[in-house]
């Protein structure tokens, strides 16, 4: 029988459907990105906070879809936001995608300064990226390549590495084993 793991924390709802929309109009304003670029700053943000703090910013699923990790909720949100106002949309020069343009400045009372890191450090990285560099830079990500379309990447993909152990890591996984 396969032992039961508990269900990760973004399966338990939809997440802050307000700190999504606050980190879309934050990345927004602070980054011309139309929607795959932003889809991978977000996806960066939220999976580093995890690693980092144990938290992602927004609490929303995502998922595997063609161009690397997305949020699941991404096109209702921004269907939401723009029928309230809060952002519209431009075409993007060369591209079959549109860019998000906000109308009115994210609110600062949804974001932590520690949630503004992960979204500035996220900018950071994707920003002298294409949006066909950033898809690339996503698609080495293990928690997409390992799952198919459609099928949501668990937060806990930060923790998996593709790299050989150390000869140190090793040595201390061998001290560990008597406790095991």
Request: hydrophobic share 35%; no cysteine; aromatic share 12%.
């Amino acid at each position: 029988m396969a032992e039961q793991y508990p269900r990760f924390h973004h399966e338990l709802g939809l997440g802050s459907e307000p700190k999504t929309r606050e980190a879309i109009l934050y990345i927004s304003s602070n980054a011309g990105f139309g929607q795959t670029r932003l889809n991978k700053a977000l996806w960066y943000a939220d999976f580093q906070a995890f690693e980092r703090r144990g938290t992602s910013i927004t609490g929303q699923e995502y998922q595997h879809l063609q161009y690397g990790p997305a949020l699941r909720q991404m096109p209702p949100i921004l269907r939401r936001m723009q029928n309230a106002g809060e952002i519209g949309f431009e075409d993007v020069d060369e591209f079959e995608e549109q860019r998000p343009v906000p109308s009115r400045p994210w609110q600062r009372n949804y974001l932590s300064d520690e949630d503004v890191s992960y979204l500035e450090e996220a900018i950071k990285i994707v920003s002298p990226m294409s949006a066909k560099e950033a898809s690339e830079w996503a698609h080495g990500f293990p928690g997409w390549r390992e799952t198919e379309q459609g099928e949501t990447i668990d937060y806990e993909w930060v923790f998996w590495s593709d790299e050989p152990l150390t000869e140190d890591e090793i040595a201390y996984g061998l001290e560990l084993e008597p406790a095991i």
